[in-house]
């Protein structure tokens, strides 16, 4: 069997069959893409606005079914390149990103999934909201009528041990709980996107529904 399709079945059956497998395939050409599609694979991650368009125009027809997610960073003048294609943007980093693809999704007359993306590694530099910034967005949900809310996105300290990744895991859980809780009315908010392919066995047990996994699936790349 084809290595691709090989790690994806792998992976798969190690996942509980809720848990959504996002194969991250940006800097991979199409065809790797089409290897994973022959294996099943239906949900796709990319980082890139130009990259995902350019892939999703290429498969479309060839591929039917396809899932696109956005997992990078998105500016806002790029959210019209994405909008037809996707059908989650998983990194919202910024009140004013949630804003424009209300507001461009009102205009495309549709409303676009989106995860809120929380700062919970160690790095400094790494984009994302501060939990309580979180809650103050939600408080104020009815603003970005676009967009439905659906959960959170996080990445874990980039790190070996195991402890600290496990902290900052437990630390997202612990918010979707709490923000579950707190904001019943948001019926659809129920996504947890954690886990990566160094860490998503962890990610596992600490509530993901859905795991982006590309290095264990498509191989190393080469940022381009
Ligand atoms: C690249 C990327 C991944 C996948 O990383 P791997 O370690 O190759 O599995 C997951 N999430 C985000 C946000 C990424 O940018």
Known sequence: MAPIAEN??????????????????????????????????????????????DKAVELSGVCPGVEWHFIGHLQTN???????????????????????????????????DVLLEVHIGAEKTKQGFAEEEVLEVLFDADRFPGVRFRGLMGMATNTDDESVIE???????????????????????DQLSIGMSGDWRIALRHGATAVRIGTAIFGGREPR
Do not use: W
Not at 96 to 106: G, K
């Open 167 to 189: 902290a900052d895991f437990c630390r997202i859980d612990s918010l979707m709980a709490y923000l579950k809780d707190l904001f019943p009315e948001l019926t659809a908010f």
């Open 78 to 112: 790029k959210i019209k390149m994405v909008l037809p294609y996707v059908t989650m943007v998983q990194s919202v980093d910024s009140v004013n990103l949630l804003s424009e693809l209300s507001r461009r999704s009102l205009e495309y007359g549709r409303t676009t």
């Open 8 to 53: 994806i079945l792998r992976i798969r059956k190690e996942l509980p069959p809720e848990v959504t497998l996002v194969a991250v395939s940006k800097f991979h050409p199409v065809e790797a893409l089409k290897e994973a599609y022959a294996a099943g694979q239906r949900v796709f991650g990319e980082s890139r606005p130009q990259e995902l368009a």
